[in-house]
Each structure stands twice: as C-alpha cells, then as structure tokens.
C-alpha cells in the first residue's frame, strides 16, 4: 500500500521539493509581484493527471514582459482567460523581489524564500510514502 503510486502536484524551489494529492481538477494559483512593475500578477492553472492547463492570468499595469491585451477588468487586475495545454511540467524563474506564494486548491503550499531561483511544477505519481513524508 504505502509503495502504490499516487498522483501528485510536485513543487520544487532550490532543490526542495514538496507534494501535494491531485485532485480531479485541482487548481493552482502563482502569486507574485511583477518585478519591473511592482504590481500583483495572478496566474491560474488548472491541473489533472493529464497534466498542467493555464486557464487565467491577472495583472495591474502594462509594463514590459506584461500582456498588453485583456478580455476584461475585475476590480484593479486586467484579466485574460485561456485554456491551453502546458504538459506535465510548467516553471519560472523567480527573484527575491517576486514574493511569491503558491495555493493549490486554496491551500498556501509553497512561500518563496529570501533568494532567487527556479520554481518547477509537476504534474507525476509517486509512491504514497513519499507523498506523506514529503506534503507540501
């Protein structure tokens, strides 16, 4: 039982890596502050076995790297909504001036430290054991 694979949602920042049990149609939330404009960005996936899905990115100002097209506006963020296929794994690269916080299914799961790095998440089965010992 405890060496049965189970699926999960692998978030690893500088090698540290946590689990979190796939739900059908969980979703994940990437919270961070844009660094040239300091602004809130909001991005939104939706994840099952099949893998990762982006499904919606907000943001507040239309500095570089930033969208400049938008479907609508809700409350301070421009808001576009999409559903495209990422595969298993989607990452970023992240600086201490991002501040980011990471919610699967509302839940904070991963608050990024003092430093920069790359912040990798997976979509993969593991063995149950590991998905205890290792839970976000």
Same mark, same amino acid.
């Given at each position: ?6 699926? !999960? ?11 979190? @049990? ?9 919270? $961070?502050? @844009? ?9 939104? $996936? ?17 500095? #570089? ?13 421009? !808001?576009?909504? #999409? ?8 990452? $970023?690269?992240?600086?201490? !001036? ?29 063995? $149950? ?8």
């Amino acid at each position: 039982m405890l060496l049965l694979p189970v699926s !999960v949602i692998g978030v690893e920042f500088g090698g540290s890596e946590c689990y979190y @049990h796939l739900e059908p149609n969980s979703t994940l939330e990437v919270h $961070y502050t @844009h660094s040239v404009s300091l602004t809130k960005v909001v991005d939104v $996936y939706r994840l099952s076995e099949n893998g990762i899905y982006f499904t919606k990115e907000m943001w507040q100002e239309f500095l #570089a790297g930033q969208p400049i097209d938008f479907q609508y506006k809700q409350g301070e963020f421009y !808001v576009k909504e #999409a559903n495209e296929f990422l595969g298993k794994s989607w990452s $970023y690269w992240f600086i201490p !001036v991002n501040n980011v916080t990471v919610l699967v299914d509302g839940n904070t799961v991963f608050v990024q430290p003092r430093k920069e790095g790359v912040l990798e998440i997976e979509v993969k089965e593991v063995p $149950y054991i590991l998905s205890i010992v290792r839970r976000c």
